[in-house]
């Protein structure tokens, strides 16, 4: 069992970093900057991606999860919190079956993810990928942004 996930782990390795083991420009793995201003950092995990509020929006007056549904987490901070998670390869630059969570409104949508000419196209949606938005995030080289504030 054990063996299997390191192999999977090894192959999703691959898929996302090319076969040289690099992670470059050709794979979502790294930091991206959303449409409102905000960082994420997309990471592999487990066999998926993921990815985490690496920095807030520079607009963000509250640095925490005030509109989750669940009034045990509204207390808890963005900084670092994981809200994208299970996005799975289903073709080259193409991640689908992902969960997206929104602090800005506190709801939680499908998701995928496609690179498609250097930028990230992060698509949510509710039901089906027809009924949804796409938002373009850019990416931002490594370590020249500020972390969380």
């Given at each position: 069992m054990k063996r299997s996930k390191l192999m999977m782990s090894l192959l999703l390795g691959l898929l996302v970093c090319g076969a040289g083991g690099l992670c470059g420009q050709t794979t979502v793995?790294?930091?991206w900057q959303t449409t409102v201003g905000a960082v994420v950092h997309v990471f592999p995990c487990r066999d998926a991606m993921?990815?985490?509020i690496a920095r807030?929006?520079?607009?963000?007056?509250d640095?925490?999860?005030?509109?989750?549904?669940?009034?045990?987490?509204?207390?808890r901070e963005l900084c670092g919190l994981t809200i994208g998670s299970g996005f799975r390869a289903d073709g080259p630059g193409h991640f689908a079956?992902?969960?997206?969570?929104?602090?800005?409104?506190?709801?939680?949508?499908q998701g995928?993810?496609?690179?498609?000419?250097?930028?990230?196209?992060?698509?949510?949606?509710?039901?089906?990928?027809l009924f949804?938005?796409?938002?373009?995030w850019n990416r931002v080289p490594e370590r020249s942004?500020?972390?969380c504030r």
């Open positions: 793995v790294g930091d993921c990815f985490k807030l929006a520079p607009t963000r007056v640095p925490k999860d005030g509109k989750n549904k669940d009034s045990v987490l509204r207390s079956s992902g969960e997206v969570y929104d602090p800005d409104s506190g709801h939680s949508y995928t993810m496609t690179l498609k000419d250097g930028k990230l196209e992060m698509r949510g949606y509710v039901g089906i990928s949804g938005i796409t938002q373009t942004y500020a972390g």
